[in-house]
């Protein structure tokens, strides 16, 4: 190929001709040519230069620069430091190579050759301490390309960067150094940081050590706080990936720095009221610090929750609350997504800490006279919000306040004091001055005026987390006597059973217009649900509120069965039914355990009602609760979409399978999921208890059989005969439930002979068969699969057994002209002998040709031989191969061999004997 | 938490000698018998006096394994003080010194103070290196001394504030630029400030906006 004819100042023709990929192999061929073996300097910047443009924008020339053009380039860099014009060059024609071409056509998933180059740029193990070299130069592109060469390294192969970064001595405080050069040299350091210290623990604690946290922290001071511009962004993104589960450099920023630089971005300055795009990224980053603070190290890391505590008390002791309250509840204007990521962090933050749970409970918000507890606005947020996210991070706060927190429970509780009528029906704009009990009852008891019961859910939820494993609370609430809406409607009812009949209003509304009975409402009964369970858990006398009204377990078995409720509401609905009979102490009758045993049997039968208990277990929301939900890493390009987030998007819950709603799945959370699962485990064996251990009404004491002392022949066959009644009638009621245990077996289709325990746990049988049933489809299925296979298999046996017959016949014809070429050898050799009488000088010569003959005839026959050897050892593996199948599908393998055997070992033997 | 300087320390010597036991009995006052493996480096914090004037100790503990040397490599030019440790019933440890010596010179500050310790002294029926071989060693070198226990915690308190006067000396006599950061040495928020360590005048005139 004539190089220098074929394209000396056709340039352009190369242009043109962008297809033909060996024209741009031997363009860039010849370019990298004139650079390395140029003379003159100016001939070799042209070449430079066009070297650049056509990797910039080709394909081919990409590839072909891969191929051939790193020696040329790191050439340059290495030897021609003083030629600054050259190191650029090169620089920018290495960037070139490593950068994809966006309007590249071909198919698409075509091999990108930037891709590949960065690949191997990144494996050249001297490249990258070349590159780290070169930040040291004086010329600022110098600095700059090199830069971006790095982050296209990192970016296209973190991991090898990565270890490449740590082995070379002081590389990365190279890198550091860059933080404090110009402006736009740090940006670009800051970004190559940040993809350098993802998810690198080494690389993280050495930038540490290093000063980052106070490079980082005078930049973002420097720009302004939250105030500031995209490299505020950048710096909080490194920081987080600093501070991501890394324990040991937590420690360092509180042992030395503090909190209080990350606390202070938090702080509003300026104007409060505008809160741009990037402000509130910023904002959502710092949020983000506070958050990974207060998750400590990694989940293995043994000094994690002593990490996380000094973290939180360090928080608090620092002011964080004041500043995530006025974020989260105070500041009008602070977008959605930012105030309820600061409620979340509220919520982190008093998690199981005492201290820190009587701080938010004493903080009053608000300037006097006008001043008001900061629970109370929580709530209030929390009642009024038209954003659902943000009711999740308020009702957040609040079980984040009660659990395990009876002090704070009965605090709330204590302030639950119905309202006179008036102050009830206040619109809620009046409610500044209430007490945080009143303005919740208020927002149960709301919806007699509009019909939404929205507000009423939500007030349910918080009362939930009041209640929750609190007895005392409890029974407080039970007796909160309410006025009936109307004076003139009858007398006043408990607060329980206003919460029974709006659950029933709630299935009602729905039904009758599609404009109120949003998805809305398929959460307002599941949360009521959860009020009455956690309220009824543990509480004999709840239970006994509960069914002082006749119609709430007609109500509830309704609820059960009701084909229109969702999986969640009916299961729900029956764990409150089985509340009813394990915490029930109740002696009256009508009401007892034994008679909503009963009720139950009859109205559902004992198997349809355990079935509504699986069918929620396997749910979408009880298989799906994790015990913390891990955030997404705020990046530049989610970094937008997180700060636009308005509210739960509807359609979300379409890939959820499931009717349910999203709410549901942050209200029901890990601990009420355990209580339910427990719950259902104690009611399962309630149950068989109660069939087990029938109540007897009548107790047989045999002395009281016998005649007494005294008592007249009259009266003794008297007080024999009202016995035998009250045994009678009691025999009447067993045999009855005995026939309805008998219908539900029998419906239920099981086994004639089945155990008791087995009885109760139809549904699981019922599951069980169908499982089974598939399961044996399937594996017929299997089995006919595998019958075609081993046909298949059969006839390829078959196949190589004639092959190898065919070898073996083959080896034979040849192992016979061998024989006889050894033959024909031998006559010679025996000539030769005679002969050696005929003079020495002769004998050398035929020796070397009969060498030379047996020589040529060895070679031929043995290349042929081995070449069949192999074919045959081929064959072999082959056929051990599947003979191995075989057997494994149950073939007898030896019979099936025996015949090829036959053939084929036999006469080999035969003829070895006659040999 | 204010401090007049903040000086960074390394802990550098065989696995096994005792480093991290070291560290948490100096910032913990307590001693772990069994004591996890140091994966990488560690970190540990205190204030120390030194006279009358409050100075910060932020150490980093490193792990003695070989395959970790490169990275513990990239903690030494930005260290002013190091604890050079060895095992004093454990030979070999000792004999190794001089290797981690040469590490240290090679990529440390040259102005870094070192201070060796001979560990584990409350096992003197064990001793295999004398006290006196571990002194020649050091005055051979340049380096301070100490034969210490990270059980018994004897001298352990001793070993970091030495090594910290040393370093506060030689400031003192104008050996360190303090304004340089790679020294390891920061003086304290509040204090006045040398000239900043400007690297070109693109820095310079950005002014000093960030005290
Ligand atoms: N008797 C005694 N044992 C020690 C002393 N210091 C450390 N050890 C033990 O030596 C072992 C190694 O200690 P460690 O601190 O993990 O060594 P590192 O690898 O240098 O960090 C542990 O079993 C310690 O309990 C000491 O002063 N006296
Ligand atoms: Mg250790």
Redesign the pocket.
Known sequence: MDLVSGYKGVVGLVFGNENSGSNEDSYVERLLDRISNGKLAEDRRSAMIELQAIVAESHGAQLAFGAMGFPVMLAVLKEERDDVEMVRGALEALVGALTPIEHAKGPKNEVQPALMNTDLLSREADSISLLLSLLSEEDFYVRYYTLQLLTALLTNSPNRLQEAILTIPRGITRLMDMLMDREVIRNEALLLLTYLTREAEEIQKILVFEGAFEKIFSIIKEEGGSEGGVVVQDCLQLLNNLLRTNASNQILLRETMGFDPVISILKLRGSTYSFTQQKTINLLSALETINLLMMGGTEADPGKDANKLTNKATLVQKKVLDHLLLLGVESQWAPVAVRCAALQCIGDLIAGQPKNLDILATKVLGEEPQTEPALNSILRILLRTSSMQEFIAADYVFKSFCEKNSDGQTMLASTLIPQPHLMTHAPLEEDVNMSFGSMLLHGLTLSENDGDLETCCRAASVLSHVLKDNVQCKERVIRIELEPPMPSLGASEPLMHRMVKYMALASSMKNKDGKSSTSGNLYVQPIILKLLVTWLADCPNAVHCFLDSRPHLTYLLELVSNSSATVCTRGLAAVLLGECVIYNKSNDNGKDAFTVVDTISQKLGLTSYFLKFDEMQKSFLFTSVKSAQPRKVLTRSTAASMADIEDVDENDSSDQKDEDHPILSAIFDVQFVNLVKKLEGDIRESIVEVYSHPKSKVSVVPAELEQRSGESDGEYIKRLKTFVEKQCSEIQDLLSRNSLLAEDLAKTGGGSNSQPEQRVSGGLDRVQVEKLRRDLQEASQRLEMLKTDKAKIESEASMYRNLAGKMESDLKSLSDAYNSLEQANLYLEKEVRALKGGGPSTIADVEAIKAAAREEAQKDSEAELNDLLVCLGQEQTRVEKLSARLLQLGEDVDTLLEGIGDDVGLPEEGEEEED | MSYDYLFKYIII??????????LLQFTDKR????????IGVEFGARMVTIDSRPIKLQIW?TA?QESFRSITRSYYRGAAGALL?YDITRRETFNHLASWLEDARQHANPNMSIMLIG?????AHRRAVSKEEGEQFAKENGLLFLE?????AQNVEEAFIKTAAKILQNIQEGVFDVSNESSGIKVGYGRPQGPSGARDGAVAQRGNCCG
């Open positions: 010597g065989d696995t096994g000698v005792g480093k991290s036991c070291l001693f772990q018998p069994v004591h996890d493996l140091t503990d003695g440790v560990n584990k002294s409350d096992l210490a226990s990270a059980r018994t």
